[in-house]
């Protein structure tokens, strides 16, 4: 069980890697909300991890309310948080971190990949990857949902062809599932696409321990 910080949530466990984890539209501490119970299984994996609230306080329940809070929020400000996350993690003994977001906290977490230095990989769930490409330096692994009402697959394949042709380290992976499958607090979630995710993202993060 992890705890509650001023600042948002940590989970602890004993690794050469951290985790900073970027909840959903709806808050961290939403109803909705299943990031600190995500991070606890990412420290019971081996992993510490780290979810900022974004939102300094703000839930939202339902999803008028959170593409409210969304709009809401400065992305260059999300991207600081997510840059003093990590000095907070390596501060605590951690030399290696990786970010890893859900809906609006994936597209924070590739957008971080470009602008935050020193992280040493990014997971991204059904969020379209956006920015200057050319400026990615570290492999990502993506989640998306076939059936998604929120995020473009045509978009999402054609950014992931754009990266692979500048020979960035990306795995996309398509899930005939909905938006949110990984988030068992919402009638999207998807038991199949979520166990099969979770596999995966816990071989991305053992590759990035040992790279």
Aim: with cysteine.
């Amino acid at each position: 069980m992890g705890e509650v910080l001023s600042t948002g949530y940590f989970a602890g466990a004993h690794g050469p890697l951290a985790v900073i984890v970027l909840h959903e539209a709806y808050g961290l501490f939403s109803p909705n909300s299943n990031v600190p119970d995500f991070c606890d299984r990412l420290a019971g994996a081996g992993f510490s991890a780290l979810a900022p609230d974004l939102y300094r306080g703000a839930t939202a329940t339902s999803v008028d309310q959170a593409l409210e809070l969304m709009r809401a929020l400065d992305p260059k400000n999300a991207v600081h948080q997510v840059s003093a996350s990590m000095e907070h993690l390596r501060d605590r003994g951690t030399p290696r971190v990786a970010v890893l977001g859900f809906s609006m906290g994936g597209g924070l977490s590739f957008r971080s990949a470009l602008e935050v230095e020193g992280l040493s990989g990014v997971i991204m769930f059904y969020a379209t990857p956006r920015g200057e490409f050319h400026r990615l330096g570290i492999p990502v692994l993506g989640h998306f949902s076939l059936r998604d009402v929120f995020v473009s697959v045509d978009a999402v394949r054609d950014a992931e062809r754009h990266l692979l042709h500048e020979g960035k380290r990306v795995t996309f992976h398509y899930y005939d599932a909905d938006h949110s499958f990984m988030n068992e607090k919402l009638p999207a979630f998807s038991g199949t696409a979520a166990v099969l995710a979770w596999d995966r993202t816990l071989a991305f993060l053992r590759s990035l321990s040992s790279g």
